[in-house]
């Protein structure tokens, strides 16, 4: 890879760290309050959830931008990490984070739906004389 590009996608990816950083200091939004009414309760509850959802998709992100940059600094960045292919260019454009290219994302994807849908183990079976 140029290395002009090499420091556009570093400045974009600084830039990005800079951003995302920022509002992993939300923590405020995950407190618990007490309220005296159902719905509210129901209401901060929800709140509350996609509050998380939130700052673990900031964090994770976070870690993939950190990720990048660490591959710029050592000259792997633009190189798939699972194939060792090339990542084409229009990808690391929409996805400067991207760690692997679109073929081997597409199978981390499908590994990762398979994985969170196995079931977590069988029912414990009961011990003789229980």
């Known amino acids: 890879m140029v290395h002009t590009d090499l420091q556009g996608f570093k400045g974009i990816l600084e830039s990005m760290l800079g951003s995302i950083e920022q509002p992993l200091r939300r923590r405020e939004e995950i407190a618990i309050e007490n309220a005296p009414d159902t719905i509210d309760r129901v209401q901060q509850a929800a709140e509350r959830e996609l509050a998380i959802c939130q700052i673990?998709?900031?964090?994770?992100?976070?870690?993939?931008?950190?990720?990048?940059?660490?591959?710029?600094?050592?000259?792997?960045?633009?190189?798939?990490?699972?194939?060792?292919?090339?990542?084409?260019?229009?990808?690391?454009?929409?996805?400067?984070?991207?760690?692997?290219?679109?073929r081997c994302q597409d199978i981390a994807d499908k590994e990762r739906v398979e994985r969170d849908h196995e079931p977590t183990g069988q029912l414990a079976q009961p011990r003789d004389g229980a």
Request: glycine share 4%; charged share 30%; with cysteine.
């Open 56 to 102: 673990e998709s900031d964090f994770s992100r976070l870690q993939s931008i950190r990720m990048a940059l660490e591959r710029i600094e050592d000259g792997s960045y633009g190189t798939c990490i699972r194939c060792e292919n090339d990542i084409s260019p229009k990808r690391l454009q929409a996805i400067p984070w991207a760690a692997c290219c679109v």
